[in-house]
C-alpha cells in the first residue's frame, strides 16, 4: 500500500518561513492534498491539487509536489498557525486514501 | 452553509456493536460522494471507509473490512457507519468528510466536528 512520510515535528520562529515535507513515491504524479488541525478541532482544508488554495485561506500558505516530495509553506509564521498539519492523497491502485502521519508546528 | 453533523458516538464494550450517523445539510447530498476518518487519542487522521454518490462503489480500509458497513440514504441527507465487532484499538473521535473529487483528484473539502467512540471493558 502507498505510504505518506511526513517528519513528526517542525519549529520556526514568528516571522520565518516552515517548511512541511511529504514523501512518497513517485508523489509527483499524485495530486496532494493538505489538511490543518488545531487541538480539539476538526481538520480544515488548507491546499488541495498541490497548490490550490480554498477561499479563505491566506496565500501565506502555499504547496507544492514534484519527484517524491511535496512540500507545504508557510510563509511569515503567526502564533495562529500553529497546529498538526497531515498530507492526503488517492492511491488508485487501491481505491484507498492515504493520510501521512502528520506533522506538529511549532512557533517558536 | 455546508454542515455535516455526526452522532451516536459512546462507550462500547469489546466485541460490542455502534451505529454512527452523520447528517448532511446546506448542499445537494445526493452528488457528492462521502468518507468515514477516525482519529485515535494523541495519533493522526485514518482513513476508514469512503462510499459513492450514489453507494456504487464502496472501500474500506484494511483495519476495519468486514466489521464496519459504510451506508447512506440520499433521501434523509444521512451517511452511516454501522461498526460491529469492535475492539479497544478502534477508539477515535469519527469524522465524516465531505468529498471533492474531478478527475484524478480526491480530498476532503468539509468536516464535521467528530463523534467519540469509546471501547472498553
Known amino acids: 500500500s502507498y505510504v505518506l512520510t511526513q517528519p513528526p515535528s517542525v519549529s520556526v520562529a514568528p516571522g520565518q518561513t516552515a517548511r512541511i515535507t511529504c514523501g512518497g513515491n513517485n508523489i509527483g504524479s499524485k495530486s496532494v492534498h493538505w489538511y490543518q488541525q488545531k487541538p480539539g478541532q476538526a481538520p480544515v482544508l488548507v491546499v488541495y491539487d498541490d497548490s490550490d488554495r480554498p477561499s479563505g485561506i491566506p496565500d501565506r500558505l502555499s504547496g507544492s509536489n514534484s519527484g517524491n516530495t511535496a512540500t507545504l509553506a508557510i510563509s511569515r509564521v503567526e502564533a495562529g498557525d500553529e497546529a498538526d498539519y497531515y498530507c492526503?492523497?488517492?492511491?488508485?491502485?487501491?481505491?484507498?486514501?492515504?493520510f501521512g502521519g502528520g506533522t506538529k508546528l511549532t512557533v517558536l | 452553509e455546508v454542515q455535516l453533523v455526526e452522532s451516536g458516538g459512546g462507550l462500547v464494550k469489546p466485541g460490542g456493536s455502534l451505529r454512527l450517523s452523520c447528517a448532511a445539510s446546506?448542499?445537494?447530498?445526493?452528488?457528492?460522494?462521502m468518507n468515514w476518518v477516525r482519529q485515535a487519542p494523541g495519533k493522526g487522521l485514518e482513513w476508514v471507509s469512503s462510499?459513492?454518490?450514489?453507494?456504487?462503489?464502496?472501500y474500506y480500509a484494511d483495519s476495519v473490512k468486514g466489521r464496519f458497513t459504510i451506508s447512506r440514504d440520499n433521501a434523509k441527507n444521512s451517511l452511516y457507519l454501522q461498526m460491529n465487532s469492535l475492539r479497544a484499538e478502534d477508539t477515535a473521535v469519527y469524522y465524516c468528510?465531505?468529498?471533492?473529487?474531478?478527475?484524478?483528484?480526491?480530498?476532503?473539502?468539509?468536516w464535521g466536528q467528530g463523534t467519540l467512540v469509546t471501547v472498553s471493558s
Open positions: 492526503q492523497v488517492w492511491d488508485s491502485s487501491s481505491d484507498h486514501v492515504v
Open positions: 446546506g448542499f445537494t447530498f445526493s452528488s457528492y460522494s
Open positions: 462510499i459513492s454518490s450514489s453507494s456504487s462503489y464502496i
Open positions: 468528510a465531505r468529498v471533492n473529487s474531478t478527475f484524478g483528484t480526491y480530498y476532503f473539502d468539509y
